[in-house]
């Protein structure tokens, strides 16, 4: 059983940075990928960042590229999202999310992850 608590999100200007954390309970959290999604008003859900159950990779949407970085203390059960150059577009709330198998890359579809935390709101002004 898995439980994820993001935090760090809040009110920032277009350019800036924030950096999201994910703090998981599990005692077998490290075997795991996990992923960072996104959902803005009246838009679907979307893969935003992932990585291996080990850290070694890394994946992102094409929108984020350059500007967002996903890594991972298995030591201490976290998962983070250093976002930075922050544009308008960007605004949404912010989850991070378990997959439901172990031992994978990440995936990049809502559907292959089965444990989700509240989310944390990000707001980007222009």
């Known amino acids: 059983q898995v439980q994820l608590v993001e935090s760090g999100g809040g009110l920032v200007h277009a350019g800036g940075s924030l950096r999201l954390s994910c703090s998981a309970s599990?005692?077998?959290?490290?075997?795991?990928?996990m992923g960072w999604f996104r959902q803005a008003p009246g838009h679907e859900r979307e893969f935003v960042a992932g990585?291996?159950?080990?850290?070694?990779?890394?994946k992102y949407a094409d929108s984020v590229k350059g500007r967002f970085t996903i890594s991972r203390d298995n030591a201490k059960n976290t998962v983070y999202l250093q976002m930075n150059s922050l544009k308008s577009e960007d605004t949404a709330h912010y989850y991070c999310?378990?997959?439901?198998?172990?031992?994978?890359?990440?995936?990049?579809?809502?559907?292959?992850?089965?444990?989700w935390g509240q989310g944390t709101q990000v707001t980007v002004s222009s």
């Open positions: 990585i291996s159950w080990r850290g070694g990779s890394t």
């Open positions: 599990g005692r077998t959290f490290r075997d795991y990928a």
């Open positions: 999310a378990s997959d439901r198998r172990p031992l994978r890359f990440g995936p990049t579809r809502p559907y292959e992850y089965d444990y």
